[in-house]
């Protein structure tokens, strides 16, 4: 098994410097969580691939989100 660091959405609001909205936004476009019953957790690796494969895009969300 991986050493991934999994964290809650609290853990990865603090960790990504965004805030809830912003995170679920992004989880609706695509960013990776784990679901396990009512627990939702978010691995920092699978955050760090998913920011990298769209991190051309952010910057046009954020301005989209900011009108």
Known sequence: MGTSQENTKKDACEY???TY???DIWVELGLP???IGATIRLDQVEIGKWMYAVS???N???ALIHR
């Open 16 to 18: 990504l410097g965004i």
């Open 21 to 23: 909205n912003i995170l």
């Open 33 to 35: 969580q784990i679901v």
């Open 56 to 58: 051309k895009y952010l």
């Open 60 to 62: 046009k969300f954020q």
